[in-house]
Nanobody, 120 residues
Protein backbone atom coordinates (compact mmCIF):
# COMPACT_ATOMS: atom_id res chain seq x y z
CA UNK A 1 0.00 0.00 0.00
CA UNK A 2 1.00 3.62 -0.40
CA UNK A 3 3.19 4.91 2.41
CA UNK A 4 4.60 8.40 2.84
CA UNK A 5 6.93 9.09 5.75
CA UNK A 6 8.08 12.63 6.47
CA UNK A 7 11.07 13.67 8.53
CA UNK A 8 13.19 16.74 9.19
CA UNK A 9 10.88 19.03 11.08
CA UNK A 10 11.81 20.82 14.28
CA UNK A 11 12.25 24.11 16.08
CA UNK A 12 14.18 26.82 14.25
CA UNK A 13 14.73 30.53 14.78
CA UNK A 14 13.36 33.09 12.32
CA UNK A 15 15.68 33.33 9.36
CA UNK A 16 16.86 29.77 9.78
CA UNK A 17 16.60 26.77 7.51
CA UNK A 18 15.22 23.25 7.58
CA UNK A 19 15.12 20.43 5.05
CA UNK A 20 12.14 18.12 5.04
CA UNK A 21 12.24 14.67 3.47
CA UNK A 22 9.46 12.32 2.45
CA UNK A 23 10.20 8.66 1.75
CA UNK A 24 7.60 7.04 -0.48
CA UNK A 25 6.71 3.41 -1.12
CA UNK A 26 3.92 1.29 -2.51
CA UNK A 27 3.67 2.92 -5.91
CA UNK A 28 5.81 3.90 -8.89
CA UNK A 29 7.33 7.03 -7.44
CA UNK A 30 9.13 8.07 -10.60
CA UNK A 31 5.80 8.44 -12.41
CA UNK A 32 4.03 10.41 -9.69
CA UNK A 33 3.71 14.15 -9.13
CA UNK A 34 4.44 14.89 -5.48
CA UNK A 35 3.25 17.71 -3.27
CA UNK A 36 3.99 19.36 0.06
CA UNK A 37 1.11 20.82 2.05
CA UNK A 38 1.03 22.54 5.41
CA UNK A 39 -1.58 23.22 8.03
CA UNK A 40 -1.30 25.77 10.80
CA UNK A 41 -3.56 25.63 13.87
CA UNK A 42 -7.01 26.94 13.06
CA UNK A 43 -6.28 27.19 9.35
CA UNK A 44 -7.04 25.10 6.31
CA UNK A 45 -4.44 22.83 4.79
CA UNK A 46 -2.68 24.64 1.95
CA UNK A 47 -0.53 23.53 -0.96
CA UNK A 48 3.04 24.75 -0.50
CA UNK A 49 4.92 23.20 -3.42
CA UNK A 50 4.43 20.66 -6.18
CA UNK A 51 6.88 18.82 -8.43
CA UNK A 52 6.20 16.73 -11.50
CA UNK A 53 7.55 13.23 -11.95
CA UNK A 54 10.58 14.39 -13.95
CA UNK A 55 11.07 17.65 -12.02
CA UNK A 56 10.30 19.57 -15.21
CA UNK A 57 7.29 21.34 -13.71
CA UNK A 58 7.46 22.93 -10.27
CA UNK A 59 5.02 25.23 -8.57
CA UNK A 60 5.07 27.17 -5.30
CA UNK A 61 2.60 29.05 -3.20
CA UNK A 62 3.21 32.78 -3.42
CA UNK A 63 3.96 32.88 0.30
CA UNK A 64 7.05 30.66 -0.08
CA UNK A 65 8.40 31.62 -3.52
CA UNK A 66 12.08 32.46 -3.39
CA UNK A 67 12.49 30.84 0.03
CA UNK A 68 11.46 27.19 -0.40
CA UNK A 69 12.76 24.68 -2.93
CA UNK A 70 11.11 21.36 -3.74
CA UNK A 71 13.19 18.58 -5.28
CA UNK A 72 13.14 14.82 -5.68
CA UNK A 73 15.41 11.84 -6.05
CA UNK A 74 13.61 9.19 -8.07
CA UNK A 75 16.37 6.66 -7.42
CA UNK A 76 15.66 6.94 -3.68
CA UNK A 77 11.88 7.43 -3.89
CA UNK A 78 12.24 10.61 -1.88
CA UNK A 79 10.96 14.16 -2.21
CA UNK A 80 12.48 17.09 -0.35
CA UNK A 81 11.48 20.55 0.76
CA UNK A 82 14.36 22.92 1.48
CA UNK A 83 13.07 25.82 3.55
CA UNK A 84 15.23 28.92 3.94
CA UNK A 85 14.64 32.33 5.49
CA UNK A 86 11.92 30.81 7.67
CA UNK A 87 9.31 33.11 9.16
CA UNK A 88 7.06 32.69 12.17
CA UNK A 89 4.11 32.33 9.81
CA UNK A 90 5.73 29.21 8.34
CA UNK A 91 4.95 27.41 11.59
CA UNK A 92 2.73 24.47 10.71
CA UNK A 93 2.52 20.73 10.33
CA UNK A 94 3.95 19.83 6.91
CA UNK A 95 2.54 16.92 4.95
CA UNK A 96 3.81 14.99 1.97
CA UNK A 97 1.07 14.18 -0.55
CA UNK A 98 0.46 12.03 -3.59
CA UNK A 99 -2.75 12.58 -5.55
CA UNK A 100 -3.34 9.40 -7.52
CA UNK A 101 -5.81 8.13 -10.10
CA UNK A 102 -6.77 4.67 -8.95
CA UNK A 103 -9.74 2.42 -9.61
CA UNK A 104 -11.56 5.10 -11.55
CA UNK A 105 -11.18 7.93 -9.07
CA UNK A 106 -8.68 10.38 -7.60
CA UNK A 107 -7.28 9.54 -4.17
CA UNK A 108 -5.23 11.68 -1.80
CA UNK A 109 -2.49 9.95 0.14
CA UNK A 110 -0.85 11.70 3.10
CA UNK A 111 2.07 11.16 5.37
CA UNK A 112 1.77 11.50 9.13
CA UNK A 113 3.13 15.05 9.02
CA UNK A 114 6.18 16.70 10.52
CA UNK A 115 5.97 19.78 12.74
CA UNK A 116 7.90 22.92 11.87
CA UNK A 117 8.01 25.61 14.52
CA UNK A 118 9.66 28.95 13.80
CA UNK A 119 10.26 30.83 17.02
CA UNK A 120 12.94 32.73 18.87
Amino acid sequence: QVQLVESGGGLVQPGGSLRLSCAASGFTFSSQRMNWYRQAPGKERELVASISSTSSNINYADSVKGRFTISRDNAKNTVFLQMNSLKREDTAAYYCNAFRWESGRWNHYWGQGTQVTVSS
